[in-house]
Nanobody, 122 residues
Framework: QVQLVESGGGLVQAGNSLRLSCAAS????????MGWFRQAPGKEREFVAA????????TYASSVKNRFTISRDNAKNTVYLEMSNLKPEDTAVYYC???????????????WGQGTQVTVSS
């Protein structure tokens, strides 16, 4: 059974940094893309970042580019999201996801974590 478990969320002040982790279990995902989406209250889930199976290719939403960095460790079946210069508008539940395609659409991903709350105070 595939399981994705996020960790690292919390409450931080604007301008600070936070690192999210997502550990995947149940199978090997080295051939799968891994990504992060987020959902703020009253808003739809939106793409944040994705990394290819090899880790060589990454893509970001324009709102987080140059502030967030996605990476993965295939030996640990884990994906990370390093978030810096956080803004109040980054407040959301962040979801880890895994899928066969390196994509920005949520429909392209097969497995999802339960989410971790990130709250940025001004």
């Amino acid at each position: 059974q595939v399981q994705l478990v996020e960790s690292g969320g919390g409450l931080v002040q604007a301008g600070n940094s936070l690192r999210l982790s997502c550990a995947a279990s149940g199978r090997t995902f080295s051939n799968y893309a891994m990504g992060w989406f987020r959902q703020a209250p009253g808003k739809e889930r939106e793409f944040v970042a994705a990394v290819s199976g090899s880790g060589r290719a990454t893509t970001y939403a324009s709102s987080v580019k140059n502030r967030f960095t996605i990476s993965r460790d295939n030996a640990k079946n884990t994906v990370y999201l390093e978030m810096s210069n956080l803004k109040p508008e980054d407040t959301a539940v962040y979801y880890c996801t895994v899928g066969p395609a390196f994509a920005v659409r949520a429909a392209a991903y097969a497995y999802w974590g339960q989410g971790t709350q990130v709250t940025v105070s001004s």
